[in-house]
Every structure is written in C-alpha cells, then in structure tokens.
C-alpha cells in the first residue's frame, strides 16, 4: 500500500511538472492554443508504472541480498551472457561470426536503388563506436576524465580536408596522417595535466576543446571559419567511379573494418602490460606510482592512443559528409561519448559498443515522435542510471575463488 501511495504522488508531481509541455500546443497556422489532456493522463501512467517498478525492484533486491546474507553458503550466481563469452571460446567465435557475417550483409538488405538512408545513418553509428572504443581507453582504462574529446576527432577531419584542398593527397594518404596528428594532439594535451586529477583534469580537458573550436571558428585564411570546408573528396576505389549508393556502402565498408582494427587492438592493449599499468592508475594513482608505474609515461599513452582513434575516424567522418565545420564538433558531441563510455561500462569494449549504437541509433529512429523522442531518450538514460549505475556490462576481470566448503570436506576426511 506504500508503494501504491508513493508511486501515485510520483505521478501526479510528474504530471504537474510536465503540464506545460504535454498539454499545451500553439498551433501557429490558426493562431490558437490547443489542449491536450489525454496526453498528461498517459504521461502520469506511465510515471506511475515506472515509479511502481522502480520501487518493486529495490524491494526486491533487498530482500536477495538480505538472503545471501543469511546463507551460510550461497549458490554460486549464474553466469550472465557476456561472461559465458568471455569463458567459452567455442561460444565466443560462433557469436563474432554470426555478427560478423550479419554486419557484411547489412548494406544489401536494407538497401535498394537509391534508398541508402540506413547505411548512412549506420555509418555515423560506428564512426561513434570508434570514438567511444578510443575514449573508452582514456576514460574508461586510464580512469583520466575527458570532457574535449571532441577536439581530436575535429583534428582527424580538418587534417584531411586540408591536405586534400592543398596539397591534393588521396583518402588512404591522409587517413594514418590523421591519427598521427591527433596522437600528437594528444601528447601536446597531455604533457601540462599530467599532475591533475578529477575535476580539474576536466576543466583542463573542456579549454582544450574550447580552444580547438575558437581557433577554427576564427583563423579564416586556414580553416575557412563558420563557413567550414566543402567538397572534400569520398573514399576511392582504384579510380572507379561510383554512384551515390555504391559510396555509401563502401563508406560503410570501411568504417566496419575500422570497428573491427579497433576492437582488436583495444582488447589487446587491455591485456597487455601498458593496459595493466591503466587500471592500476585508475584504482590508486599514488599506490600504482609507489608499485613502479611511470605515472609520466603511462598518462600520455593514454590520451595518445586514445586520440589516435580519434583523429583516425575523423578523417573517414570528413570523407563520408563532404562537408565539415566547427559547429560540426560541440561540446555536446563529446558530452555524448562519455555516455557512451559510462552507459556501456567503464573498460568494457562489447558494452561501449552496444552503448553506441544505442546512444546513436536510439534519437534517430525515434523521429516519428518528433515531439517526443528526446523526453524519451532522457528517461532511458536517467533509468539506466537508476537500475544499472555500472553500466549495461561491467569491466570483467579474472577472479579467483576459494570454496570454503570444499576446504572442510577434505580436512574433515582427512
């Protein structure tokens, strides 16, 4: 009965707040105002039953960890999916090839003549996977907050644009050039906050970006300012020419395989010595510095190889649209990565990955609720922070377990 109660003044305090948006509508073809209750009743509902489910669940989850808590030996969890990928290699290859093979056929299912909305729109979809993998190694891996992002991947795209206006080097030229330039950004970033941490490595991080967009927005003769650069060259193909459809999907194409280098080299630097050197500055930067880790070195690998993803993308960003400017990298596009790193789960490569296309995919096909979409993609976030505060897949790391049980068993036989 309390939480019927409860739940109840949730909704109608939600309703309240909402009312002017929900029900009120100016029609400025007729000059008149429209009045929409049916939607303030669905809106309150829909509060309530979220209210009611959200309290049900903690409710819920109380009482199980009040259980386990009393067991003197409680059953072992079942395993959840990602971690019978991560234990069953049979399982995991059958998986990747599944997807795999789904991803290469993608472009022919969904499209035909020149409807090639969807491989354009799954194309942006993965330039962003690529950016969340690479901020995934700073933020999520390295533990180093960054709030500017935003300013390599401008970096990678304004590289390309130029080299190609100017000097007239080819797509496959520029794209190494491009990381190679955001590495640097990096490293140049990276050497003044190498001693600050938290808040003030993120204010650090936002000036950069900051920075980055006043510069293009104002030195003209350079970047073209407000007006940005247009007719930068598409990806080519040995000479062919190809239409509007055919560019798309090889766009498409690239991007994928540009997915699949990162996750490769994301996993293995993970593993790696340099990516166990990450996570220990992550958990206790003065503990990891008193163990031996070159705090100096360990940082700008970070924010360089992070940024190298960054800069890698953002050529293949400025081929695909043809046309960039600063308004083109916000602040709101990196506010949108680090969702993608902390929705998905910090240092998880699967959880970035499904965070992105989520994240990317979610706003664009929710456009048949023009009114709607962005109150809606708000709520998933704010219920994914309530219900899963680590993320969609946590950071999975190897465990070992001591079974008590079995220890008695044998001294007793003994």
């Known amino acids: ?69 009393a067991d003197a030996h409680p059953q072992k969890r079942k395993p959840t999916l990602a971690q019978r990928l991560a234990d069953d290699p049979v399982l995991n290859r059958r998986v990747l090839l599944g997807v795999g093979l789904l991803a290469m056929a993608f472009p022919w299912l969904v499209s035909s003549g020149q409807n090639f909305y969807h491989v354009n729109v799954m194309v942006s979809a993965l330039i962003f996977v690529v950016l969340g993998l690479g901020l995934n190694i700073t933020v999520g891996l390295a533990g180093l907050l960054d709030l500017g992002y935003i300013a390599f991947f401008a970096v990678g795209a304004y590289t390309y644009a130029l080299l190609s206006k100017n000097f007239d080097l080819g797509f496959w030229t520029c794209l190494p050039l491009g990381g190679v330039m955001g590495m640097l950004f990096g490293i140049v970033l990276g050497f003044p906050i190498l001693r600050l941490r938290g808040d003030y490595l993120a204010i650090v991080t936002l000036g950069f970006a900051s920075i980055t967009k006043i510069v293009l927005e104002n030195w003209d003769t350079v970047f073209g300012g407000a007006a940005g650069i247009a007719n930068i060259p598409r990806p080519d193909l040995f000479g062919i020419e190809l239409d509007g459809r055919q560019k798309a999907i090889y766009t498409y194409y690239i991007v994928l395989a540009l997915v699949a280098l990162t996750i490769v080299v994301t996993n293995r630097l993970k593993n790696s010595r340099v990516g166990r050197a990450w996570m220990a500055l992550r958990e206790d930067e003065i503990a990891s510095v008193a163990m031996g880790v070159d705090m100096a070195q360990t940082k700008l690998s970070a924010y360089a190889l992070g940024a190298f993803w960054a800069g890698l993308v953002g050529v293949v960003f400025a081929a695909h649209n043809s046309f960039i400017n600063p308004d083109s990298f916000t602040f709101m596009d990196s506010a949108m990565i680090l969702a993608m790193v902390v929705l998905g789960g910090m240092g998880s490569i699967l959880g970035v990955i499904i965070a992105s296309l989520a994240l990317k995919l979610m706003p664009e096909y929710l456009r048949a609720f023009a009114e709607y979409r962005m109150l809606v993609f708000g709520a998933v976030m704010v219920l994914m922070m309530i219900f899963r505060p680590q993320g969609l897949i946590n950071d999975m790391r190897r465990k070992y377990e001591y079974d008590t049980a079995d220890k008695e068993d044998t001294d007793g036989g003994k």
Do not use: Y
Request: glycine share 4%; net charge positive; charged share 15%.
């Open 1 to 69: 009965m309390t939480h019927l109660k409860r739940s109840l003044g949730i909704g109608l305090w939600f309703m309240f707040l909402t009312l002017p948006l929900m029900v009120v509508r100016v029609n400025t073809v007729s000059s008149e105002v429209e009045w929409r209750w049916a939607n303030l009743v669905w809106a309150g509902l829909c509060a309530f039953a979220i209210a009611w489910l959200w309290q049900f669940s903690i409710e819920r989850r109380a009482a199980k960890r009040a259980q386990v808590a």
